[in-house]
């Protein structure tokens, strides 16, 4: 018998495990129990000379897939072990169903914190895993991630929300069967802790200088993170956006939402574009100190034109307008204007 080698036999076959000694010894078996003596019978049979000692196994029965010990003791009282392992393949009746030797512990996490539900798993063939929360299903998304190395198979879960509180279960199926395993996970909650709040709805104003602020206060413990939309679409840094008007409508400027998010949950704040600036009036799209309507409209003479020119080549844009009385005149670039010294660089 060497240490730490494996046997494999199929069931109702014949095996042998043979070994040396040197004084008298004893085989035990190895079960989670603890070791069990074995002793002559109908199908373990044990044979001993001066100098080896055979264990023969008839009949092969599932039961019997295990850990194997031989003990030996010398004359001086020295004691040696060596130890085998019998793996059982029963092809007759189909592939056994997958068995837990981890289950799912029952844990109690922190709100907020990371946790992880570890099983350990031995199948004959491939497997395929299930995992659920309170019996809902669940797939891997932002805080969720499922890893699986060998026989062990995890969910990563970070942070953990007031909604992962409950009954989890892990399904494990395969050709021969299917089999499960459930745990509880309680989560704690701190005092201290709340759920984002907005003391302040947003608001989001359009500037005489043509940009969009958005306003807000919101509150919660652990601090909220916040997330912005444009019409349902996230807004990320660096993102530019043009902004179509129609003069007739307030809210055609689209509509801006934040969303404030902390492992206690989730609210939202939405707003319409509001102008202000003097002479402007919230809720209308007309510009700060527009121009009477009364006036007749300016004409222009010498349209501006469509140029490409090269990055760093100076580049001049002009027009020529006929007024009947006085006006203001704005050099815009797509829909935004452009300042006095961003004109006086344009002409470098």
């Excluded at 359009?206 to 993170?225: A, D, M, N």
Aim: glycine content about 6%; proline content about 5%.
């Amino acid at each position: 018998m060497g240490n730490g080698c494996s046997k494999c036999c199929q069931c109702n076959e014949h095996k042998q495990y043979h070994g040396t000694l040197s004084s008298a010894s004893s085989i035990y078996r190895r079960r989670s129990r603890g070791e069990l003596p074995i002793e002559n019978s109908d199908r373990f049979r044990i044979t001993q000379t001066s100098t080896a000692v055979q264990l023969a196994v008839e009949h092969v029965q599932r039961e019997d897939a295990g850990h194997y010990t031989l003990i030996a003791r010398t004359k001086d009282n020295t004691v040696i072990r060596k130890d085998v392992e019998l793996i059982v393949e029963d092809r007759s009746m189909g592939e056994d169903p997958p068995i837990f030797t981890r289950r799912l512990p029952d844990l109690s996490v922190k709100v907020g914190t990371r946790t992880r539900l570890l099983v350990e798993i031995r199948s004959s063939t491939d497997m395929k895993l299930t995992w659920y929360r309170n019996d809902r299903r669940i797939c891997e998304n932002d805080r969720i991630n499922e890893v699986n190395e060998g026989n062990f198979h995890y969910l990563e879960v970070s942070p953990v929300i007031l909604e992962d509180g409950g009954q989890w279960m892990v399904l494990a199926e395969n050709s021969g069967g299917r089999n499960s395993c459930i745990a509880h996970l309680n989560v704690l909650v701190p005092k201290a802790y709340k759920s984002p709040e907005f003391i302040e709805e947003l608001r989001a104003i359009l500037t005489q200088q043509g940009t969009v602020s958005l306003e807000c206060k919101v509150v919660g413990v652990p601090t909220p993170q916040l997330r912005w939309f444009k019409d349902s679409k996230e807004i990320k840094a660096g993102d530019i956006f043009a902004l179509t008007a129609n003069a007739d409508d307030p809210t055609s400027l689209g509509t801006y939402t934040c969303e404030a998010v902390n492992c206690m949950g989730k609210s939202y704040s939405s707003s319409k574009v509001h102008v202000v600036g003097r002479g402007s009036r919230e809720g209308s799209l007309k510009p700060a100190d527009s121009i009477p309507n009364n006036a007749p409209p300016p004409i222009f003479t010498n349209e501006l034109r469509n140029i490409s020119v090269r990055i760093g080549e100076p580049i001049i844009l002009g027009c020529q307008v006929v007024v009947l009385s006085a006006t203001a005149g704005v050099l815009c670039l797509g829909k935004l204007p452009i300042t006095t010294a961003e004109q006086e660089h344009d002409k470098l």
